[in-house]
T-cell receptor, first 114, second 112 residues
Framework: KAGVTQTPRYLIKTRGQQVTLSCSPI?????VSWYQQTPGQGLQFLFE???????NKGNFPGRFSGRQFSNSRSEMNVSTLELGDSALYLC???FGIGVHTEAFFGQGTRLTVV | TQLLEQSPQFLSIQEGENLTVYCNSS?????LQWYRQEPGEGPVLLVT?????EVKKLKRLTFQFGDARKDSSLHITAAQPGDTGLYLC????????????FGKGTLLTVNP
């Protein structure tokens, strides 16, 4: 079955602009989480959605937002981009939630802010 | 805030050597997962350990969860160039919070 699909793979934006990233989870998966990965900070949790509801949110400013649609696809938006937002943004999907939940990651969107 | 410290941060070894990567926290986790990430790809789950003291083996990889469920280790026997990658540990929170908290990773290079 198809894996987690993230689009676009690469993106270059200018400071002050906004960006929308998309994530299509594995068919049947209802949970989608977003992470920001940078060399200095590693993988940091942004937010998690389950059945269109945000269940958890990380410690990121309000410029970072997300949503999940009824078909489980998810988008995240970053407004007023800053240079420090340059990172690999990873989406992970899972069938449900719990201690044994296996998260399947997409290849990520590499965002560069210039 | 739950934090996971991984060590070492970088590791470069020769093919055939053994190695151990450590993942430590002051917090208790419901479970702990290990992932491997290759360049240009997302992390791929290797194993989940749930019970304190649990040991799981995956071919040449041995994973251990500490008795207090605060730390874990990954041991690789007879490393091969194909083991090269970024190894990440991730703790699953307790209660109804199943958010994954990741360590910063160990970048392993196995030279032929």
């Amino acid at each position: 079955k198809a894996g987690v699909t993230q689009t676009p793979r690469y993106l270059i934006k200018t400071r002050g602009q906004q960006v929308t990233l998309s994530c299509s989870p594995i068919s049947g998966h209802r949970s989608v989480s977003w992470y920001q990965q940078t060399p200095g900070q590693g993988l940091q949790f942004l937010f998690e959605y389950f059945s269109e509801t945000q269940r958890n949110k990380g410690n990121f400013p309000g410029r970072f937002s997300g949503r999940q649609f009824s078909n489980s696809r998810s988008e995240m938006n970053v407004s007023t981009l800053e240079l420090g937002d340059s990172a690999l943004y990873l989406c992970a999907s899972s069938f449900g939630i719990g201690v044994h939940t296996e998260a399947f990651f997409g290849q990520g969107t590499r965002l560069t802010v210039v | 805030t739950q934090l996971l410290e991984q060590s070492p941060q970088f590791l470069s070894i020769q093919e055939g050597e053994n190695l151990t990567v450590y993942c430590n926290s002051s917090s208790v986790f419901s479970s702990l997962q290990w992932y491997r990430q290759e360049p240009g790809e997302g992390p791929v789950l290797l194993v989940t350990v749930v019970t304190g003291g649990e040991v799981k083996k995956l071919k040449r990889l041995t994973f251990q969860f500490g008795d207090a469920r605060k730390d874990s280790s990954l041991h690789i026997t007879a490393a091969q160039p194909g083991d090269t990658g970024l190894y990440l540990c991730a703790g699953v929170g307790g209660g109804s919070n199943y958010k994954l908290t990741f360590g910063k990773g160990t970048l392993l290079t196995v030279n032929p």
